[in-house]
């Protein structure tokens, strides 16, 4: 079980460009019905790359803000829960405690991990921090994102609790480093496509990875 707190919001301009994002959300001190796309009244700026049913809910540990501030200390006053543009927070998990495809119960609905956040240039711009992006990138402190197996109410303070563990798949730290290695094997790559419960669009990537390592095999 792991405590949680809540995170809504619209979309506004980012500093500089003016570019329109959804990652400035506020703390949710009300109950929010929660549907396949996610909570109501949470938008998405771009809805190519951002929102939908295998983006429904993402969740950004709380223990990597420290890693963020002792990489940044320039901007560690904003790095505070709910800063990313996460919808859901907790001090109780990272990637090492959940797998692709575990099912959890959050208020009456459930939902599922399926796969990490792919983080962007938007994060940089939003803290105003140029490298930000990549370092999470690198250091696989992603989080990640959920789809909703059946919709249902959230109140604040309720828990997130595992329902369905996803025995014999990998924790999302383990996908995230095969996924991030320089040249993976591609038999341990087929393996991650085929998890179930894994994002059609990351599945997707994944075999786009193997076929390039295929035809570009070394002798």
Not at 3 to 20: K, M, N, Y
Request: charged share 20%.
């Amino acid at each position: 079980m792991a405590r949680v707190s809540l995170f809504a919001g619209g979309v506004r301009p980012l500093p500089e460009s003016g570019r329109p994002t959804g990652m400035y959300k506020r703390p949710v001190a009300a109950t929010l019905a929660l549907g396949v796309e996610g909570f109501d009244g949470d938008t998405q700026a771009d809805r190519r790359v951002h929102g939908g049913p295998e983006k429904a809910l993402h969740l950004y540990p709380a223990a990597h803000y420290a890693a963020l501030a002792a990489q940044f200390p320039q901007v560690a006053a904003s790095l505070v829960p709910g800063s990313i543009g996460e919808n859901l927070s907790t001090a109780d998990l990272d990637e090492r405690d959940v797998r692709i495809g575990d099912v959890w119960r959050l208020g009456t609905a459930q939902i599922q991990v399926c796969q990490p956040r792919n983080p962007c240039w938007k994060i940089d711009e939003r803290y105003g921090c140029a490298g930000m992006a990549a370092f999470i990138v690198e250091s696989r402190i992603t989080g990640w994102y959920w789809r909703v197996l059946r919709p249902g109410e959230v109140r604040p303070g309720d828990p997130l609790e595992l329902l369905e563990a996803a025995s014999g798949s990998l924790t999302l730290h383990d996908a995230l480093r095969l996924w991030r290695a320089h040249r993976s094997d591609p038999a341990d790559l087929a393996r991650l496509a085929a998890l179930p419960g894994i994002a059609v669009h990351w599945k997707h990537k994944i075999d786009q990875r193997i076929a390039w390592l295929a035809q570009n095999a070394t002798a």
